[in-house]
């Protein structure tokens, strides 16, 4: 399973980096991240529970920041497990900045399943993806338009 995208943010290029590295930024997006810890440099062991058709579950996770080109570039890592299967993902995160208080971000991903998770078809995998990842981007745009009106 592949995909990519691109969204709009509002921030600077470098503070934009700086909140998709911080980790508590991080446990607040992803969703159904109910705890991450470091377990390693850039290395982090996650529980996650998601609820969404038969992806529904609990999933110990070890998500880990790779390639790192700051501010530009990097990679994450995800491998999963838990009752309904695996999932092993790897997204790539480019930066641009637009001007000096916007940056565009696009991403490409690919994830692969296994376990029962997988037997519900392609099609419906692809839908929670998108839903996750869309999830996510809404999740850190709004974390920086909040950070930009305390300041």
Do not use: W
């Amino acid at each position: 399973m592949t995909g990519n995208g691109s969204i709009e943010l509002n921030g600077p290029i470098e503070h934009v980096f700086h909140k998709l590295m911080d980790p508590e930024v991080l446990s607040e997006c992803i969703m159904g991240c109910k705890s991450m810890e470091l377990v390693g440099e850039r290395k982090y062991r996650a529980d996650l529970s998601v609820g969404i058709a038969a992806v529904k579950g609990k999933y110990d996770a070890y998500i880990t920041v790779e390639e790192v080109q700051a501010p530009h570039h990097f990679k994450l890592v995800v491998h999963g497990e838990g009752g309904p299967g695996y999932v092993d993902a790897e997204g790539i995160i480019d930066l641009t900045p637009l001007d000096e208080s916007k940056t565009q971000l696009t991403y490409t991903y690919q994830a692969e399943v296994g376990g029962k998770v997988a037997a519900i078809g392609q099609r419906m995998l692809g839908g929670v993806a998108k839903l996750l990842i869309g999830d996510f981007f809404k999740k850190i745009k709004k974390n920086l338009e909040r950070g930009q009106q305390i300041a």
